[in-house]
């Protein structure tokens, strides 16, 4: 959706630290501004935690299971951080719990559930939970009975594909998701060195006369390197590993949605057999058949359609990505090539002096 069509914004900032007697959590802001009809009122602020999203997830899933639903950060949206309430880790989470919203503003089917519409604007969230503890659809019950088991005969081949595409999607990132920790490690291990290793050439000037100025230039030189490292650590740690998690966690909800689709037509194909095997010799088509039929092809049509607008994001998404490493990575090296070669004009004084 462009800005100008659009009708629905939300954004998610300002996370509170709560410290209660059982209990300790944060809150994020939740600011809603609508013209919709559904709304009462044109802008809403409510305070959300993390098990709120949790629970409008789940009320999606129940909701709308034809439907992707977007993925939510997982508890360790930063790997190795052992404090989940230090500013990167709740300030990453903000950020993926915006786009999470986000994602589901921009759909036209989601951003338009009552269970969505709650979310942002009940002040008091618990009430709502509580009454709809134990009230699940007429359409995700089904699909949660169908009998286990029975192979389709005919799986169409373009959610096989779909699937096969899911597999090789979640394997490629998975190794990249690895390596690319592996590299961050590895990144943080030399950071560490070279911030032992600049201040040496310091101390060591201070013995030295005509090299004390040369020693001092290495040293800042090693002291910019250092910066400028952790400047790009930080923006893999912060920017390119949330998204590689968000799409490995996307694959594994659409692949939810696949099987839930596979579970609906192994329910039409088992009715449509039991029809078939009536003596009649032109058996109508029970009401409960054709039913199936409707929820099957109401699931091929809603999951094509997500799985399209899934492919543009992620096209837009990792284009964005990789420009943004690429442009980290172009700073990072002139930001060193600078750095050494401020020193040479040092060091060629000196040689000309002597």
Request: proline fraction near 4%; hydrophobic fraction near 35%.
């Amino acid at each position: 959706m462009d800005g100008e069509t659009r009708d629905l914004f939300v954004t998610v900032d300002d996370p509170k630290k709560h410290v209660c007697t059982m209990e300790t959590y944060i809150t994020y802001r939740i600011t809603t501004k609508s013209t919709r009809v559904e709304f009462d009122l044109p802008e809403y602020s409510v305070r959300r935690r993390y098990q709120d999203f949790d629970w409008l997830r789940n009320k999606l899933e129940e909701s709308q299971p034809t439907h992707l639903i977007p993925p939510l950060p997982e508890k360790f949206v930063v790997k190795g951080v052992v404090d989940r309430f230090s500013e990167e880790f709740v300030e990453t989470r903000r950020k993926a719990l915006d786009k999470f919203l986000k994602r589901i503003t921009d759909h036209p089917v989601l951003s338009f559930n009552e269970h969505f519409n709650v979310f942002l604007t009940a002040k008091d969230l618990n009430a709502h939970k509580k009454q709809g503890m134990a009230l699940l659809t007429r359409v995700g019950e089904s699909v949660k009975h169908v009998a286990g088991g029975y192979k389709l005969r005919n799986r169409p081949l373009e959610f096989a594909a779909i699937g096969e595409y899911l597999d090789t999607f979640a394997l490629k990132l998975g190794t990249i998701d690895r390596i690319a920790q592996r590299i961050i490690k590895e990144e943080i291990e030399y950071l560490v060195e070279l911030r032992e290793y600049g201040p040496v050439y310091s101390t060591w000037s201070a013995l030295e006369g005509e090299l004390a100025e040369p020693l001092e230039g290495v040293s800042a030189c090693i002291g910019n390197c250092s910066t400028a490292l952790e400047e790009l650590t930080d923006d893999m740690t912060e920017d390119f590993l949330p998204v590689l998690r968000e799409y490995i966690l996307y694959s594994d909800s659409m692949k939810s949605v696949l099987k839930k689709r596979d579970q609906v037509q192994a329910e039409y194909e088992t009715k449509l057999e039991a029809v078939a095997l009536k003596k009649e010799e032109r058996p109508k088509v029970p009401a409960d058949v054709e039913k199936c039929q409707d929820r099957m092809e109401c699931f091929n049509a809603d999951l094509k359609a997500d799985m399209e607008r899934w492919q543009n994001n992620k096209r837009q998404d990792f284009r964005q990505l990789l420009m943004g490493m690429a442009d980290k990575n172009i700073q990072y090296y002139e930001k060193c090539l600078m750095a050494w070669e401020s020193i040479i004009p040092l060091l060629q004084e000196k040689q000309e002096a002597k």
